[in-house]
């Protein structure tokens, strides 16, 4: 039996590197890498250290000429961005990967390591790795210039209520801190009657109307000003005013609707009670327990005024209640509340303890009432109304007294309240006389938002860290309270990032 042999396997020889002599494979330049290296630097030209612009007010990058990106550390966009500053050095190489070493967010350095490629002598191609540093240089962007400059602006969209309460601007104020809508704002002014607010640009302003039609019950107007004109180029700068109305109606507000309207939402009673305003006003009818909803376009069309402030409202006792069951609707009739109790009662009102008059009327508010109990109404039987359809309306159906909500011990619920709420920072350009008065206010809003639940959905609440919770819907006296699931920590930035990375981040 024979054996075969394999052939001889063809092998590459070696050569001698034409610098150092050491034995290498054969290469078109004959040397070998440490001596190509020392000769040939294919990264010269590259810079090794480039400066980056970086806004610390909106936290963005330039990219010359003048763009400014919103960028995150070791993004996508960031490593465009710093590629772009080296694009115009790198032209005669060939970049095979790059990426980001890490760095600490406060040492204002972003280090970005780089592969490349080049065609060195008689066709070699040499690859290098190498480390290119990027420094944070702050410089503001035109934007935020204009911000801090407070009198530049493009666009203002001027809201106003005639009406003496605020509690739909504190409602307001909250669903704007909610969408972040305040962030595009140049400044907030707060003035009589209403609150403005200053942009930049007109598209911004318009979202800020198109908010406000879906948010509140209000009509709207537009209208600009010519400031410069461009002949040569033809451009034209406006200075755009939009002027946002909302109706003048408020919670806890008593209105007096016409007969055509009290027909069409169901034949209720014209004298009715506003227990929400959102979206639209949620009004009750407290002889029947009838609820209707009036937008906007329905009040500008049919208007109604309020016919008391909460400044007129008194406080009554309860002296006799008697719940009323199974009540019948006429023919026509719109919907019932199920969340209120119809009753009689019969109260006396605390400043007249000393005589034995007493008023009776019929209140949604039997669901919360009992003798002894003290509630807010307003007084129709010595109240003195200019109304065109109060007016006109049978004296019989006016009732004596409107009992509007029940009152509490005020200064107990806020010492037991454990919430706070965010606010706007406003530039205040009136002075009021009554300092008392916005506080008692922003007080009531508060109580408003811890009796209606369907009210606090809208609204971010927040846990007061300085106060101590306690786990419960109702106090002592039985005032309705936040429990702590519905309420939000009040997570700050420097909290997350500690106070070195603040400073990378912030101011």
Request: hydrophobic residues 35%; neutral net charge.
């Amino acid at each position: 039996m024979e054996y075969m042999q394999a052939p001889p396997s063809s092998s590459q020889g070696n050569i001698l590197c034409c610098m150092c002599g050491i034995a290498i494979p054969p290469n078109p330049a004959n040397m070998c890498v440490s001596c190509l290296r020392s000769k040939v630097d294919i990264s010269e030209g590259i810079p090794k250290q480039v400066t980056v612009h970086f806004c610390r007010q909106c936290e963005r990058y330039l990219q010359p000429p003048g763009t400014w990106l919103q960028c995150a550390l070791e993004s996508r966009e960031l490593l465009a961005l710093c590629l772009k500053k080296l694009k115009s050095s790198m032209a005669k190489v060939r970049l095979i990967d790059a990426g980001f070493l890490y760095t600490e967010p406060h040492s204002k350095r972003i280090k970005m390591k780089l592969t490349i490629q080049k065609e060195v002598m008689n066709g070699a191609i040499l690859q290098q790795v190498f480390v290119v540093e990027f420094v944070i240089q702050p410089q503001m962007c035109e934007d935020c210039h204009r911000v801090e400059a407070k009198d530049f602006w493009k666009a203002v969209v001027q809201v106003r209520q005639k009406t003496v309460h605020k509690k739909t601007f504190y409602y307001l104020e909250q669903l704007i801190l909610k969408h972040k809508l305040h962030q595009s704002t140049v400044r907030i002014k707060e003035i009589h009657e209403g609150i403005d607010f200053y942009y930049a640009s007109k598209q911004h302003a318009q979202k800020m109307v198109d908010f406000l039609q879906c948010t509140v019950p209000s009509r709207s107007k537009a209208s600009q000003r010519l400031i410069s004109h461009d002949v040569h180029t033809n451009t034209y700068n406006y200075k755009s005013t939009f002027s946002v109305e909302i109706v003048p109606v408020c919670k806890d507000n008593v209105v007096c609707l016409s007969p055509r309207l009290a027909q069409s939402l169901g034949n209720m009673g014209q004298v009715c009670v506003c227990i929400r305003v959102t979206s639209s006003i949620h009004l009750i009818d407290p002889n029947t327990l009838q609820i209707a909803e009036v937008d906007g376009n329905t009040f500008w069309r049919q208007p109604f005024s309020s016919l008391c402030s909460p400044r007129q409202l008194e406080e009554f006792i309860v002296m006799d209640i008697d719940v009323i069951r199974d009540q019948r609707l006429g023919a026509g009739a719109g919907l019932k509340s199920n969340k209120h109790t119809l009753a009689e009662v019969w109260v006396q009102k605390t400043s007249e303890m000393d005589s034995s008059h007493q008023y009776h009327c019929r209140t949604f508010l039997g669901h919360l009432l009992n003798i002894g109990d003290l509630v807010l109404g307003f007084d129709f039987a010595n109240a003195n109304i200019n109304d065109e359809f109060l007016n006109k309306m049978n004296p019989h159906h006016v009732p004596d007294v409107v009992l509007i909500k029940k009152s509490y011990d005020r200064m107990k619920r806020v010492k037991s309240r454990v919430w706070k709420l965010r606010e706007l920072d406003f530039c205040c350009l009136f002075d009021d006389d009554d300092d008392i008065f916005p506080y008692r206010q922003y007080n009531e809003f508060l109580e408003d938002l811890e009796e209606d639940e369907m009210l606090r959905k809208n609204v971010n609440i927040f846990r007061d860290a300085s106060k101590v919770p306690v786990e419960s819907e109702t106090d002592d006296d039985g005032a309705p309270r936040i429990s702590l699931a519905e309420m939000m920590e009040d997570l700050s930035l420097s909290d997350a990032t500690g106070g070195a990375g603040a400073d990378m981040m912030t101011d």
